[in-house]
């Protein structure tokens, strides 16, 4: 870090109560206050009536449907991410530029367009759906597809988490190791696999916080059945065009607690990277 | 730069496998979705897709969306310049907090943005009765389309500047300052010219967002056809209006867009990394 300490004592520059002020102003308005308009909404339920709503039955399955769909995604990303990001820095081969540049796909499509895109494909007259289907994989308006519009959309993270730590590892180190006897799997099992974990795990977890608010990609696909392939961001939906806003209130209550909760965990993450990079 | 100077050594059986799985990999899970979109919109012929396209409908709704791109990504394009200048150039206590805080939409899933604006403009929300007394509905309206992107895309300048500006560190506006530029002379002859790659990467990435956004703008739309549909709104209704060659041709401009995004991502990169 080169993070200048000089102008850091006073405030030489000009600018500091505008852009304070600008900075804090639009904060409070764009951002802190919506926010804070929801959770009164939601605190005005009461505990009771909060609880009746988020443990209803229809909530439960799409907690959970939500939960474990979102969990399938980001398993697969976890392997997919791990792979893709190995390949990219360890390997030189052609179409490893488009490859690279395709990972920042899910990023730059619409979600919507991304579901229009996996439903079509994966339909049972799709390119992939009319051999998966006669197999008895049903995708499209199904929790796999849920699964699949997730890890579509959360594709990223993995890979963008793992790549700089992958790149910026020393050579040097696991030649010493392979120089002292180690083969190549101790090498990645006692070297290379302690060293992206932190960056490993936070990028699942952001995978994981993405798709379990995911919604343009997965309505698409999902077939939207209560109990069946309803998603909690869906549930909300309904809510509203229902005019039960004590209910979308509290469901998106949950979702935002979620969200914040996987920030932090992804925060405390990052800090143990930084301590590990700092003691190599 | 990685690890290209190692020497060319003959590939290992496992090295071909993990290439040929991450290739295949990024064919048959992303390449094959984009694909899709161009040659369905295109099935029926150029004829008819350009039928599809000028449809009135989806022309009006390109026409919302870029105009919602109009206004909210200068906006966060000030607000990025404004932030990133005072959590770099200053420190105060707070600072740390106040990037975190910075960083928070993007952890809001769009359902729950457009939800929280809801519960504050809208009829039930905090400030919806005082609206309605003084005769002015912002939801359901373009206006809310525009606060709701705002809040979505808050982050997208701001979180490309403050990495590069933090680098770079304050020494060359020191440096006009005692020569006697004023704070704005030294912002557009100074700031600007070192962030400029870097800015017009967060306003590119900002604009993607805000015409790609689609579940916070469905909350607070109100979808009324014709009135506030945006574009990725445009395609779920066509889509579920079985007009599906409407909707993969809408859908074709979005990809087009992404496609323009990630080209300008990689030569933005390239000129970053050349200097």
């Known amino acids: 870090m080169s993070a200048p300490s000089r102008p850091a004592r006073r405030h030489l520059l000009p600018g500091f109560g505008l852009t304070l002020g600008v900075t804090l102003v639009y904060i ?64 030189r081969f052609p179409g490893r530029r488009l490859l690279d540049g395709l990972v920042d796909l899910p990023f730059a499509l619409p979600t919507a367009v991304a579901g229009l895109a996996l439903v079509t494909v994966f339909a049972r007259n799709g390119w992939f759906g009319q051999f998966l289907e006669p197999a008895g994989i049903k995708v499209a308006y199904a929790p796999l597809g849920i699964a699949v519009a997730m890890a579509f959309t959360s594709t990223p993270f993995v890979v963008r988490s793992v790549q700089p730590v992958l790149e910026e590892m020393q050579g040097e180190i696991e030649e010493a190791a392979r120089s002292l006897g180690a083969t190549r799997w101790q090498v990645f099992a006692r070297v290379i696999w302690p060293t992206i974990l932190p960056s490993f795990i936070a990028g699942s977890t952001l995978a994981f916080a993405r798709s379990i608010g995911e919604f343009g990609a997965v309505v698409f696909i999902a077939g939207n059945l209560p109990m069946e392939t309803e998603i909690v961001s869906l549930l909300i939906f309904i809510r509203l065009d229902e005019y039960d806003y004590p209910a979308a209130a509290a469901l998106a209550t949950v979702l935002l607690v979620a969200a914040f909760v996987l920030l932090f965990v992804t925060n405390a993450l990052q800090l143990w990277q930084l301590r590990y990079a700092d003691r190599r | 730069m990685p690890t290209a100077a190692r020497p060319r050594h003959n590939r290992g059986i496992a090295e071909i496998l ?79 907090l106040l990037m975190a805080v910075i960083d928070i939409p993007f952890s809001v899933s769009p359902i729950v943005a457009g939800v929280t604006y809801l519960f504050l403009y809208g009829a039930q929300g905090l400030f919806g009765p005082a609206l309605e007394a003084m005769g002015l509905q912002l939801m359901f309206t373009i206006w809310a389309i525009f606060l709701v992107s705002l809040f979505v895309t808050s982050p997208f300048v701001a979180r490309e500047l403050i990495p590069l500006m933090q680098q770079q560190g304050g020494e060359d506006e020191e440096a006009a300052l005692s020569l006697g530029a004023s704070g704005f002379q ?51 209704l066509l889509f579920n209006d079985y007009n599906a060659l409407g909707a993969f041709a809408a859908a074709s401009v979005l990809a087009l867009l992404s496609l323009v995004t990630l080209a300008a991502k990689a030569l933005l990169e390239h000129r970053r990394h050349a200097g």
């Not at chain 1, 990303?77 to 990219?88: E, F, K, P, R």
């Not at chain 2, 350009?50 to 607000?79: C, D, M, Q, R, W």
């Not at chain 2, 990467?201 to 956004?213: P, S, W």
Request: aromatic share 10%; charged share 10%.
């Open chain 1, 28 to 91: 409070a308005v764009i951002v802190a206050l919506p926010l804070v308009a929801m959770l009164f909404k939601t605190a005005s339920l009461g505990w009771n009536d909060f609880w009746a709503i988020v443990t209803s039955p229809r909530s439960l399955a799409a907690f959970r449907i939500t939960l474990t769909t979102a969990a399938m995604a980001t398993a697969f990303n976890a392997v997919t991410g791990l792979l893709i990001a190995w390949v990219l820095v360890r390997y």
């Open chain 2, 18 to 96: 993990l290439i040929l799985a991450a290739l295949a990999t990024g064919a048959v899970f992303l390449a094959v979705p984009l694909a899709v979109i161009f040659i369905q919109a295109f099935k029926a012929g150029l004829g008819v897709y350009l039928s599809k396209i000028t449809e009135p409908a989806t022309l009006h709704a390109i026409g919302l969306t870029v105009l919602t791109a109009l206004v909210v990504v200068p906006v966060n394009i000030g607000f990025g310049i404004a932030a990133a200048w005072l959590v770099t150039r200053y420190r105060f206590p707070g600072r740390k």
């Open chain 2, 186 to 236: 030294i912002l557009w002859h100074v700031t600007l010219p070192n962030i400029r790659w870097a800015l017009l990467y967060g306003a590119i990435l900002c604009n993607a967002r805000v015409m790609g956004e689609f579940g916070a703008v469905s909350v607070v739309s109100g979808s009324v056809r014709g009135q506030t549909m945006t574009l990725p709104l445009q395609i779920e």
